[in-house]
């Protein structure tokens, strides 16, 4: 089913099957601002992912002895929501454990995803809480794939923000042909005067640029997207990962920005569920919150 939402800036559908933005338009000029899901280079538009961040290193992972499989970035994503609450620019869907979830996934939860349209900003929120006994462990991120307005996102600069400063380094990690991280930090010199990144046409030959927030002293809150030297968006952000990506070889017709609690499992992790780098964890009863804000110019 699919969801309608506007404020006096936006219309904004969202697809309750994953609990997925597929549309966000601004009404004064009908311009489109997420990726249509094309199958041809990618055919989601803006998941949710969790359980998992990433991949469990060969989709695997271990929990009390047992070993649970679960495929790239979790069931949110492919899973029906049920509605809490709707009005005026503003929407909440949740899902809840079952006896498929805990074949793959031993925990008993609840997660709610709400959206808010407040101005020219989408403010996207998750709750996640452990209603069972045992201590959760858990990842959840966002994945918004923001479509190029001429086609191909190759030749925009995106400027990556630490409060009100620019960075003019930008420390990341890649992938490897398993989908996992490597250890390897590679170090990538911005436009000192104006700390922009610039998208290539072969910037994701080797998948995702995984970056983590905590940098040079600083931390990564803000990254905008700048297209013909003007503004084209931003997406903000308190978590301790943020991913960089579009469909390798397709032109780069999107650019996601990628906000993680959490990440893909190193490639020498032991597959210990309860160790994850950057995993989270609840006791009983527990709840967490995270969030990230979507602003368009």
């Avoid at 899901?37 to 538009?45: E, F, Q, S, V």
């Avoid at 949740?94 to 997660?111: C, G, H, I, W």
């Avoid at 925009?156 to 380094?169: D, F, P, Q, S, V």
């Avoid at 931390?219 to 905008?224: E, M, S």
Wanted: glycine fraction near 8%; proline fraction near 3%.
């Amino acid at each position: 089913m699919i969801y309608n939402m506007e404020n006096e800036f936006f219309e904004m559908k969202v697809e309750s099957k994953g609990c997925e933005i597929v549309s966000l338009k601004r009404k004064d000029i009908g311009a489109e601002y997420i990726w249509d899901g094309n199958p041809d280079a990618w055919k989601r538009h803006a998941p949710i992912l969790f359980p998992v961040v990433g991949k469990y290193k060969g989709n695997i992972t271990r929990y009390k002895g047992k070993e649970y499989r679960l495929s790239q970035h979790g069931f949110a994503r492919d899973t029906e929501f049920e509605l809490v609450e709707r009005k005026k620019g503003y929407l909440c869907m949740k899902m809840t454990d079952n006896s498929q979830t805990r074949q793959v996934y031993p925990f008993a939860f609840e997660l709610q995803v709400a959206y808010t349209l407040a101005g020219q900003k989408v403010q996207v929120s998750w709750k996640v809480k452990n209603t069972g006994a045992d201590v959760m462990y858990f990842s959840i991120g966002g994945h918004p794939a923001f479509v190029a307005p001429q086609g191909s996102m190759t030749g925009a600069n995106l400027k990556i923000y630490a409060g009100h400063r620019i960075l003019n380094k930008l420390q990341y990690q890649l992938l490897s042909e398993d989908g996992l991280c490597e250890r390897e930090v590679h170090v990538k010199d911005l436009d000192y005067t104006a700390g922009k990144l610039k998208v290539t046409e072969d910037m994701f030959d080797q998948d995702a640029w995984i970056v983590e927030t905590e940098q040079y002293g600083d931390t990564i809150d803000r990254i905008k997207v700048e297209i013909d030297g003007r503004d084209y968006l931003g997406v903000s952000f308190k978590t301790p990962v943020v991913g960089l990506w579009s469909a390798k070889e397709k032109g780069n017709p999107f650019l996601c920005i990628e906000p993680w609690y959490g990440r893909t499992d190193a490639v020498d992790f032991d597959q210990d569920l309860t160790k994850r780098e950057y995993g989270n964890s609840l006791n009983a009863g527990e709840c967490f919150d995270g969030e990230f804000e979507i602003e368009v110019f």
